[in-house]
T-cell receptor, first 109, second 115 residues
Framework: GQNIDQPTEMTATEGAIVQINCTYQ??????LFWYQQHAGEAPTFLSY??LDGLEEKGRFSSFLSRSKGYSYLLLKELQMKDSASYLC??????????WGAGTKLIIKP | NAGVTQTPKFRVLKTGQSMTLLCAQD?????MYWYRQDPGMGLRLIHY???????AKGEVPDGYNVSRLKKQNFLLGLESAAPSQTSVYFC??????????????FGDGTRLSIL
């Protein structure tokens, strides 16, 4: 079967750095996505990785290792508005997204 | 600058009732999707469409039907609602097969409760 694993919940302090991990087992791989979802709102696109390595976008970076079936999202200089759920999704061989259950990130002052 | 619009935002139904959820996008996207999101689970694909007049089943299609008569609209129907269909429903769209420059854009969701 296809599976995406992420921690259920993480807590971090404002101004700090946090790394959210995602491991996957899917039938084929056509890219990995990270989305942010604030409570009661729609998911919004953060990043996409298809090749191994690090992609940086401002305070957010995403890393991929295809051989290990592993990705992480790195958030720097945390702000209170970063409190949200972070969803990892993998595009399989049929070009359909398989979604993780999401990681709820709680930022404390 | 509407993007993806879902109506209604909230609805309470009784078991056995029917209803239609409407999704409209103004980005000229070819691909549209219906997901459900339940606590502790990832988004699950119900049905999707790769263009006007086409529909296909996703991971959890049972109990739902869809139609894509116009490119900008994608309707999700529940013919006989069941309590197991209580969920938050999200519509999404993308220009083509989702890729680096073609992420899926989501609507704000419809919160549906079946009593």
């Amino acid at each position: 079967g296809q599976n995406i694993d992420q921690p259920t919940e993480m807590t971090a302090t404002e101004g700090a750095i946090v790394q959210i991990n995602c491991t996957y087992q899917t039938s084929g791989f056509n890219g990995l996505f990270w989305y942010q979802q604030h409570a009661g709102e729609a998911p919004t696109f953060l990043s996409y990785n298809v090749l191994d390595g690090l992609e940086e976008k401002g305070r957010f970076s995403s890393f991929l290792s295809r051989s290990k079936g592993y990705s992480y999202l790195l958030l720097k200089e945390l702000q209170m508005k970063d409190s949200a759920s972070y969803l990892c999704a993998v595009m399989d061989s049929n070009y359909q997204l398989i979604w993780g259950a999401g990681t709820k990130l709680i930022i404390k002052p | 600058n509407a993007g993806v619009t879902q109506t209604p935002k909230f609805r309470v139904l009784k078991t056995g009732q029917s209803m239609t959820l409407l999704c409209a996008q103004d980005m000229n996207h070819e691909y549209m999707y219906w997901y459900r999101q339940d606590p502790g689970m990832g988004l699950r694909l119900i049905h999707y469409s790769v263009g006007e007049g086409t529909t296909a089943k996703g991971e959890v299609p049972d109990g739902y039907n869809v139609s894509r008569l116009k490119k900008q609209n994608f309707l999700l129907g529940l013919e006989s609602a069941a309590p197991s269909q209580t969920s938050v429903y999200f519509c999404a769209s993308s220009y083509s097969e989702t890729g680096a420059d073609q992420p899926q854009h989501f609507g704000d969701g419809t919160r549906l409760s079946i009593l």
